[in-house]
């Protein structure tokens, strides 16, 4: 794996989907950008609306009801990248933000193809029931598509 030292990274690719976990996974890519001169893309991945949902909340809106679509909304996807970015300012650091429907393993490489990315960092997940479950199986679906290096930051100790 090239040595950040050397300034050989180009972009880094990091993940959020707000957790403490993440966050620290994006503080350890930042940090690795800052070092080598590299830019920072931060992901956000979410679920796009299927045609099953839009058209069950436009029945709901034609009979008076809320509907909610949050998990095919970027809404909030857009705001935990920007709190993120937000977290990891810094005047050298140039930041790019993507929020990407798809799966976040698959949205993590898309952005790393995209933009010729020499590493991926993930955070490795908290001891927190179900999160390391979810964490695991993001670094699994990595592994096989994954083009370039994959970085696990040990987050174990974020509360």
């Given at each position: 794996?090239?040595?950040?030292?050397?300034?050989?990274?180009?972009?880094?690719?990091?993940?959020?989907?707000?957790?403490?976990?993440?966050?620290?996974?994006?503080?350890?890519?930042?940090?690795l950008?800052?070092?080598?001169?590299?830019?920072?893309?931060?992901v956000?991945?979410?679920?796009?609306?299927?045609?099953?949902?839009?058209?069950?909340?436009?029945?709901?809106?034609?009979?008076?009801?809320?509907?909610?679509l949050?998990?095919?909304?970027?809404?909030?996807?857009?705001?935990?990248?920007?709190?993120?970015?937000?977290?990891?300012?810094?005047?050298?650091?140039?930041?790019?933000?993507?929020?990407?429907?798809?799966?976040?393993?698959?949205?993590?490489?898309?952005?790393?193809?995209?933009h010729?990315?020499?590493?991926?960092?993930?955070?490795?997940?908290?001891?927190a029931?179900?999160?390391?479950?979810v964490?695991?199986?993001?670094?699994?679906?990595?592994?096989?598509?994954?083009?370039?290096?994959?970085?696990?930051?040990?987050?174990?100790?974020?509360?």
């Amino acid at each position: 794996m090239p040595d950040a030292a050397d300034g050989v990274y180009k972009a880094i690719v990091v993940g959020t989907d707000g957790s403490p976990s993440a966050a620290a996974g994006v503080h350890a890519a930042a940090a690795l950008a800052l070092a080598s001169g590299a830019e920072l893309h931060i992901v956000g991945a979410y679920r796009p609306p299927t045609w099953r949902g839009r058209h069950n909340a436009a029945q709901a809106r034609r009979g008076g009801k809320r509907f909610d679509l949050a998990a095919g909304d970027p809404t909030g996807t857009l705001a935990l990248l920007d709190d993120a970015a937000e977290a990891v300012a810094h005047p050298r650091l140039a930041i790019q933000l993507h929020a990407v429907a798809a799966e976040p393993a698959q949205a993590l490489c898309w952005v790393a193809d995209r933009h010729g990315a020499d590493l991926i960092v993930v955070g490795s997940g908290s001891l927190a029931r179900g999160t390391r479950l979810v964490r695991q199986s993001v670094l699994e679906r990595l592994d096989p598509i994954a083009r370039c290096p994959v970085l696990t930051v040990d987050t174990a100790h974020v509360a």
